[in-house]
């Protein structure tokens, strides 16, 4: 069992506990007033403000549909399908990073192949007749509704399996029932010995359903519309190839925070289940009923631009992944890299070596791929041009999520490598913006 969990809290306590509280009691509501407001009060923040003022709060339960059988099934079937597809398509076995517990877990790398079977599968059923993508569109309240509740009740149970039954020896309570719910307990939570339980979450259910849903938005509007939009596939387009490269690069995923450094529980899993169909594809689900005709050349201008970003977040994640994997000896942008021995001990008092590369795109800033990252998100809602805020709520999440997320792993990196990281933030000042910030 590892230490209390309130040591990896990077904010003051007062500051963790109010926006655990707030993030545990806001989001729920937030999905449907998002899901309201881009399909039925015309993507206006303004409309739904009137009607929340004119009707209260016996209105706003009025607007949030019910779980429904309808939706249980869809998401059922959909998430039996995907672990099916984890459990049973093959793959080469991948090594995890050695966890703070000296463990090391491991996967089947077979997500390209259940992106590709989900998607052809998606679009088999709709073009032979057998599933029309527009049931998921039409009833998308009751299912983000039933994910909700259904979501929790799965953190409840990811709670109870720390508690009762950990996977292995990275798990652990802080002693505070709202931490270990929100942050989890288990690092890498199984359910026997193979279906490990955060890939299902959060790439083959998260993940999984943006592509699903971005395809979805698409269809439906070319059945409402008799065609789709030039704004719709720009989007389309680069969601999808942006679901792809995450896909493409899932065993080096599995090497990031979300995996090796946040537990299960509410703030990672309950995300990926719930905000990730919702929040992250909300573009998409603003322009289905909000069709703009860019014109061919800014469409394509949009769409190179996009496409450059992507990639160039890609490349990032893979120059680290690359560089670790041969022990720093490949080249970066053709040079030999520079880089950092830095060494460490785990929690059960092992001494281990690692390498910190500070050149490349890891030498313009500490955490620069989040640059692209951010850009890419933006040009994926652009088409929507900008009559109304809402489409970019997505954006301006992951900004405010990805600055977080630079100063957490910061702190956690510096308690980790201690001198090494100094050396690495006195060669690499800047956390993300090259000579901003
Ligand atoms: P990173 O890929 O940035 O991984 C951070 C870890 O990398 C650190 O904890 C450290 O781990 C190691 N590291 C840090 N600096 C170096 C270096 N100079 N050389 C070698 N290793 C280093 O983590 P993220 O999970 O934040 O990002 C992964 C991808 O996911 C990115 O493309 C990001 O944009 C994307 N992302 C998308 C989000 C979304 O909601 N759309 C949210 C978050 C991320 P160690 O302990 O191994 O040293």
Redesign the pocket.
């Known amino acids: 069992m590892v230490e209390s969990k309130n040591s990896d809290t990077v904010h003051s306590p007062i500051v963790t506990y109010a926006s655990m509280l707030s993030l545990l009691t806001l989001c729920p509501p937030f999905v449907i007033l998002l899901w309201y407001t881009m399909t039925v009060a015309d993507g206006s923040v303004f409309n739904t403000f009137e009607y929340l003022n004119n009707n209260g709060l016996q209105g706003f339960l009025n607007l949030w549909p019910k779980p429904t059988l309808l939706a249980c099934k869809i998401i059922a079937v959909y998430a039996a399908f995907e672990a099916a597809l984890q459990l049973l398509l093959p793959g080469p076995t991948v090594y995890g990073?050695i966890s703070p517990a000296g463990n090391r877990p491991v996967y089947k790398a077979n997500g390209v192949a259940a992106y590709l079977v989900t998607l052809l599968t998606y679009v088999a059923l709709w073009w032979f007749g057998i599933f029309n993508p527009t049931i998921v569109y039409d009833h998308l309240g009751e299912i983000y509704s039933t994910l909700i509740f259904g979501s929790l009740i799965f953190c409840i149970f990811l709670y109870i399996k720390g508690h009762l039954a950990p996977s292995s020896t990275d798990s652990g309570s802080s002693g505070n029932i709202i931490i270990d719910f929100y942050w989890g307990m288990e690092l890498y939570p199984r359910i026997g010995k193979y279906f490990d339980i955060k890939v299902f979450t959060n790439c083959r259910f998260g993940m999984m359903s943006w592509a699903v849903l971005a395809l979805t938005y698409c269809i439906k509007q070319y059945e409402e519309n008799g065609k789709v939009a030039d704004s719709m596939l720009v989007n389309t387009t680069l969601m999808l190839v942006y679901v792809t490269k995450f896909f493409w690069w899932e065993a080096?995923?599995w090497?990031?925070?979300?995996i090796?450094?946040d537990r299960a529980g509410f703030y990672i899993c309950w995300g990926c289940l719930v905000w990730?169909p919702s929040i992250?594809t909300s573009p998409g689900m603003y322009l289905v009923n909000h069709p703009v005709n860019l014109g061919t050349q800014l469409a394509l201008f949009i769409l190179v631009a996009g496409i450059l970003c992507i990639y160039i977040?890609?490349d990032?994640?893979r120059q680290?992944q690359e560089?670790?994997r041969t022990n720093g000896k490949g080249l970066v942008w053709g040079k030999a890299p520079s880089?950092?021995e830095?060494s460490?001990t785990t929690t059960s008092g092992e001494t281990k070596r690692?390498?910190?590369?500070?050149s490349g795109w890891?030498g313009l800033a500490?955490?620069f791929?989040?640059v692209?990252?951010i850009l890419a998100?933006f040009f994926w809602t652009v088409p929507a041009l900008f009559n109304h805020f809402l489409p970019y709520f997505y954006v301006i999440f992951?900004t405010i999520?990805?600055f977080d997320?630079?100063k957490r792993?910061d702190d956690?990196?510096r308690t980790?490598?201690g001198k090494y990281w100094k050396l690495?933030c006195d060669r690499?000042p800047y956390r993300i913006i090259p000579g901003i910030y």
């Open positions: 990073p080096g995923y090497n990031t925070m979300d090796a450094h990730v992250y977040n890609y990032c994640d680290r560089f670790r880089k950092i830095a460490y690692s390498l910190l590369l500070t890891w500490r955490h791929h989040y692209p990252e998100a992951l999520l990805l997320r630079a792993d956690r990196c980790k490598y690495y690499v």
